[in-house]
């Protein structure tokens, strides 16, 4: 539908991207001492698309992803939510923005049940201060159904669970926080292959939830079958844009590792031995 | 117990159906759109005690105690006479202080300064008392507010000093441990004569009249029952999953039954003592406390995963100085009552108090990992250590041989806290 490489802020590559961006970010620059992480990286999320974020290690995925979640605030650049210009320093400050992020260690509590841990920290509670379990276990059923995550029960502890079960709690707390983006880092590092493909349907749900949705991932594979468009950062920059509809892992690649893409499509594709 | 697995296993699976016939018709969500029914792991008896593996080998120990000296004592060993001594208020004491440590450790942490603490409270308020001649409240209250105060400098040092509790408690206990000898200015024993203090668990007065002493289990009971079937109501009504009503009435049995028979052999004897009566309402208040409310959860989170606690937006700070405060505050009760009940305080601290305190708790089933456990864990721990040091007592066996059983007992239930959690980690994947 959209054209190819689009390294532009405003390309409307599919019907859902229409008006501003419900998180955008500008001239984002990070150093951690002489050591420059983020020069200048313009980032941007639509409501209801996917946006993978890719590089190769030290491209500053991770310094680009804390700057969002409140954990390493920026050193200068604009951040916009709905529109509106922020100041995002703490990750309270980012889930009060309606920015959640899912760790890779997932942050839960194992000895708790399921309940438990969606609503850690934020419990309802009876007029007179008990917890009050009833309501808690229907928003839970309803998050999970939303999510089409299947669990023995809500009341099992969170240990006895698969690690794509485990992944779909962690996800399930953001959206019954009620996130406007949910940031995802390497969600399926680690997985089986049917836990993956619980994962990646996990965060197409939240998609159609009408969530702007950030995946961190190194898998391309799994990046091109959840992602809108794909994001790449080299050495602190962002080099590229794709829509993954008219773009082959080739192309990924080549921007990742910042090879000429004639180069490689001549070595017949295999971008491993072009990496440099 | 056998029979209670197998006939709450049966009833789930037409439970589960019933709500999904229900769940698809009207209601805008469904449990069995998230809750498979087949994946339902067997768990019926974890549920029980709220997903805690820990009971089933303690309640098996415990067992193993009461028939082994039942048989060799010839019987005596279930005399209500002998019962009524075994869960009277010699124990009181070490089961207070038991509750207390359990708040610390299902932080995860350890609090080696319980039996110090309990005994330096114990000073301060015989020293206001029978010194000072401060009113008994007086004396009394400055026992509590001390334990506060040290519970306060013990949290503050493990949770915003980031000092390994062990080393924290375990330097208060000497410490502590000192400064009674310093107050006490070289008396070795301060015989207590407040009549007050001394009827707390020291008199031949200090039991509830027989009108309390059955009614105040009745009604605890009955609340209970009134509680569970509230919400099996309420659940009904939501349209959530609920336990089978064959589990709801033998839940409800099991508990009245448990009251009728220990009210029953002590009101055999002289009547339910003050001691047991209080530590009894301690243990039903923390697990209110544990169990129903934000703090109690909280607790449990930031026992069972710190950073996540911290992330969620709990101020684990806070949660760890509270539990730390709460656990001296616990163990100072403990030693007023220790002090009631030997009308004295001694500037020697038993040294047996702190191992038979922390051991009841986690003998009882409480990790020392942090995060899982029960309060009342800590009855059928003080049941255990009680039981081992009355029946060999009745042997005619020394302290020697209960000491070395207790040890091999208390090996073993932290092997099994150790080995369950491996095997719950393998099953869990």
Known sequence: ?276 | MGDIIEQNQTPEPSEASQVDAFGAGKEPFSAAAVEVPSYTPRQTFRQLFRGDLGFIPVIITLAIVVIYFTIVTGGVFLYPENLSNLVGPQIGSVAILGLGSILVLLLGEIDLSVASVSVLCAVIMAILSERSGAPTWVAIGAALVSGALIGLINGFFVAVLRVPSFIVTLAGSIGYAGLLLHLLNGQATLPIRNPFIDAIAGSSQSFLPDSLGIGLPALGVILYAVGVIYGYVSRKRAGLRTISTTRLIVQIVLVAVLAVVSVGVLESEHGVPYTTALFVGLIILFWLILTKTSFGRHIYAVGGNAEAARRAGINVVGIRIAAFTLCSVLAAIGGIVAASYGNSVASQIDPTLLLNAIAAAVIGGVSLFGGRGSVWAIILGVLIIGGLINGLSLLSQGTDISEMVEGIVLLFAVTVDAVLRRLQARTGR
Request: proline share 3%.
């Open chain 1, 1 to 276: 539908m959209a054209d190819s490489i689009t390294p532009s802020v405003g390309a409307v590559s599919s019907p859902t991207f229409r008006g501003r961006p419900i998180l955008q970010m500008r001239g984002i620059t990070k150093s951690f001492g002489a050591v420059r992480a983020l020069g200048g990286v313009d980032f941007e999320v639509y409501a209801g698309e996917v946006v993978a974020l890719v590089g190769d290690n030290g491209a500053g995925k991770s310094t680009l992803v804390k700057t969002i979640a409140g954990v390493g605030p920026a050193d200068s650049g604009e951040i916009f939510v709905d529109g509106m210009a922020v100041k995002i320093t703490s990750p309270q400050m980012a889930n009060r923005l309606g920015i959640e992020t899912v760790y890779q260690d997932l942050a839960l509590c194992d000895n708790l049940d399921v309940v438990s841990n969606l609503f850690l920290g934020h419990e309802e509670l009876t007029p007179w201060r008990s917890l009050s379990e009833v309501p808690m276990e229907k928003r839970t059923l309803e998050v999970l159904r939303t999510l089409d995550v299947k669990i023995p029960s809500i009341r099992s502890l969170v240990a006895s669970l698969s690690g794509g079960q485990r992944q779909s709690i962690a996800v399930a707390k953001s959206l019954l926080r009620k996130a406007k983006v949910v940031l995802l880092d390497e969600p399926t590092a680690a997985l089986g292959v049917a836990q993956t493909r619980q994962v990646l349907n996990l965060i197409l749900r939240l998609r159609d939830q009408g969530l702007g949705v950030v995946v961190i991932s190194h898998n391309l594979a799994d990046v091109f079958e959840v992602a809108d468009r794909v994001i790449v950062l080299r050495l602190g920059k962002r080099v590229a844009t794709f829509d993954v509809k008219n773009t082959t892992s080739e192309q990924v690649v080549a921007a990742i590792t910042g090879a000429e893409f004639g180069e490689l499509m001549s070595s017949g594709g295999n971008g491993a031995s072009e990496g440099r």
